[in-house]
């Protein structure tokens, strides 16, 4: 699962990668900011942060949209080729995902 911050990927913090089964969890941060966290090591995580409208009052918290894309990217077979999740240096989206206007990497989080 590819993810780029729309900053040109070449700097530690603007792009990652990660296989399917380091997906550990995702959940709501605030009304607009999701978070999804993949495993690094047995004691470590990164973190992705998603940046989307609020709908929390509508639709419901957009965190659901982007767990069940991450879900249906893990899931999906086969497993030889990367998945652009959200590569905001060439506007590629998978699925849905197109309401995410900014993502933030952190390491080790």
């Known amino acids: 699962m590819y993810f780029a911050d729309g900053n040109g990927a070449n700097a530690t913090t603007e792009a990652a990668a990660y296989e399917a089964g380091q997906l550990a969890g995702v959940k709501p941060k605030t009304v607009t900011t999701t978070v999804a966290y993949f495993m690094r090591s047995a004691d470590a995580k990164d973190k992705i942060t998603f940046t989307h409208d609020d709908t929390?009052?509508?639709s419901g918290h957009r965190c659901r949209e982007i767990a069940k894309a991450l879900a249906t990217a893990a899931n999906a077979g086969p497993h030889e080729d990367m998945?652009?999740?959200v590569?905001?240096?060439n506007s590629?989206?998978?699925s849905n995902l197109s309401f995410i206007?900014?993502?933030s990497v952190a390491l080790n989080d």
């Open 83 to 85: 998945v652009d999740i």
């Open 92 to 94: 590629v989206f998978l």
């Open 101 to 103: 206007t900014g993502i």
């Open 87 to 89: 590569d905001l240096d």
């Open 56 to 58: 929390t009052t509508t």
